[in-house]
């Protein structure tokens, strides 16, 4: 995983970030009431060892046998795989692109509000890309903008009290469980459902006043 320079942003503008945020302000101002601009930064999270077993195993077999476990004697991935030092260090440079965009191109806009799956590797993702360059933006916890659920023991989350203990400037998103009632130990969740909660979550979050820029 390695984040693209300026995240992406095709502009030679010596204030690229500056001009980029103009844009933006200019597309809302003349904009309809139905229709709003937001700018979004979605993140992955970093290596996994689930991701580790997956790439050594392969898809059917991971899916067949041994993503079904929590490790095979070597490694642990399951319950709610945790992050590789490799995945750790992955986050660590994207906080560094961030620390480096907030110093050139006229500053990078930081985001107003920010999302996150419960499972582990997203949160430890989450705190360490973010940290030293958010304190405004309390987390906001959402169940479903977590990975496809059921079978693999890698997606099958810590109960709500194990993260807030980890995590406890962290908020929940109403009506959260303390146990993953969605994860199925004999039943994958499908793409299209995948597909149908997470563009909930997307219209969700353009109704949300806090991220309004």
């Not at 103009?22 to 992955?44: C, H, P, Q, W």
């Not at 709500?160 to 995590?167: D, G, Q, S």
């Amino acid at each position: 995983m390695q984040s693209p320079k300026r995240f992406g942003l095709i502009d030679n503008h010596r204030k690229y970030w500056a001009t980029f945020r103009e844009k933006i302000k200019r597309m809302n101002k003349k904009s309809d009431k139905n229709t709003a601009y937001k700018v979004l930064f979605l993140g992955r999270h970093g290596e996994g060892y689930h991701n580790l077993g997956l790439d050594y195993y392969g898809e059917e077999e991971w899916d067949r046998k041994w993503g079904r476990l929590t490790g095979n004697g070597t490694i642990t991935w399951g319950p709610d795989a945790k992050l590789t030092p490799n995945g750790i260090e992955q986050a660590n440079r994207v906080n560094a692109v961030w620390k480096n965009e907030m110093q050139n191109g006229g500053g990078i806009p930081l985001p107003t509000a920010l999302f996150v799956s419960p499972l582990r590797r997203a949160l430890f993702t989450l705190d360490i890309s973010f940290n030293g360059v958010i304190d405004s933006a309390t987390p906001l916890i959402i169940e479903n903008i977590r990975d496809a659920y059921g079978l693999r023991t890698s997606d099958w989350r810590h109960n709500k009290t194990w993260i807030h203990e980890r995590f406890p400037r962290f908020e929940f998103e109403e009506g959260f469980t303390e146990n993953d009632e969605l994860w199925k130990k004999e039943e994958r969740e499908p793409t299209e459902h995948v597909q149908e909660r997470v563009k909930g979550v997307l219209d969700r979050i353009f109704t949300l006043s806090d991220t309004c820029g």
